[in-house]
């Protein structure tokens, strides 16, 4: 199934010209102008990928990709004109999985895309699998993980708006729950080269992650410290029956 992309952006000419671009490079392209066009258009159709526009009239392009992290998995990338470190810093911190400044290549378009698509792997209908699919899915205490959908629901089934950097942790822990992790374990499996970033950047990720999951992130009942060594994520064995 060939991958489904919207892009929302307010200048009709270049909206247009990079839709062109990815149709004729194999993909289905969506259009929108502004915020709540595309909004109607995500409640009605499954996308794989966004390509937003931060600076639009109306609702901004920021606004629109927090919106659809709660709504879906899917892969979004931002495009802006500024350029400025704070909108770049902001628009990561939101879940973008990659970051364009105007004006751009087409060919620098179809790389990112190609690049995130790669890194975000979806089911083809990416709001839900087929019927009758078998599905990874954790329960911790009030929560359900499906890590097929790369989603987590809470109380009532609220979904928990994680960013695709808190879900790739997230995941690493679940799917190795009660063993010590090193620093360095998980920023291999999450595809980071090792070094002294990285290992901050999966302490912020944690912090972060139980900030959304923790009832009491300063003492947590789930993703623990182990002092000098790295983290473990306690799941009783009983967890969810």
């Known amino acids: 199934m060939r991958a489904r992309i919207i892009i929302v952006e307010d200048e009709p000419d270049l909206r247009d010209a990079v839709a062109e671009y990815l149709e004729a490079n194999g993909y289905d392209v969506a259009t929108a102008e502004d915020a709540a066009t595309a909004r109607s258009m995500l409640e009605s159709q ?8 931060i600076a639009m009239p109306g609702e901004d392009g920021l606004s629109l990709g927090r919106w659809l992290r709660g709504k879906m998995p899917i892969g979004i990338i931002y ?33 990112r895309v190609r690049s995130v698509l790669r890194r975000v792997p979806q089911p083809a209908d990416p709001r839900a699998a087929e019927a009758g699919a078998s599905r990874r899915s954790v329960a911790f205490g009030p929560f359900q993980a499906d890590l097929d959908g790369r989603l987590v629901t809470g109380v009532n089934g609220a979904v928990i708006d994680l960013a695709k950097s808190e879900f790739d942790v997230l995941e690493v822990f679940l799917t190795r729950a009660n063993r010590l992790l090193t620093r360095s374990a998980i920023s291999e499996a999450i595809g980071f080269k090792e070094d002294p970033e990285s290992s901050r950047a999966v302490d ?38």
């Open 204 to 241: 912020i990720r944690i912090m972060r992650l139980r900030k959304k999951i923790e009832a009491d992130p300063a003492n947590p009942r789930f993703l623990r410290t182990v002092r000098g060594e790295g983290y473990i994520f306690s799941l009783p064995t009983d967890e969810g029956k």
């Open 79 to 111: 495009a802006t004109a500024a350029g400025t470190a704070l909108d770049r810093i902001v628009g990561l911190e939101l879940g973008a999985d990659d970051y364009m400044v105007k004006p751009y290549e087409l060919r620098e378009v179809l790389a």
């Open 46 to 53: 499954p996308f794989h990928l966004a390509i937003l526009d």
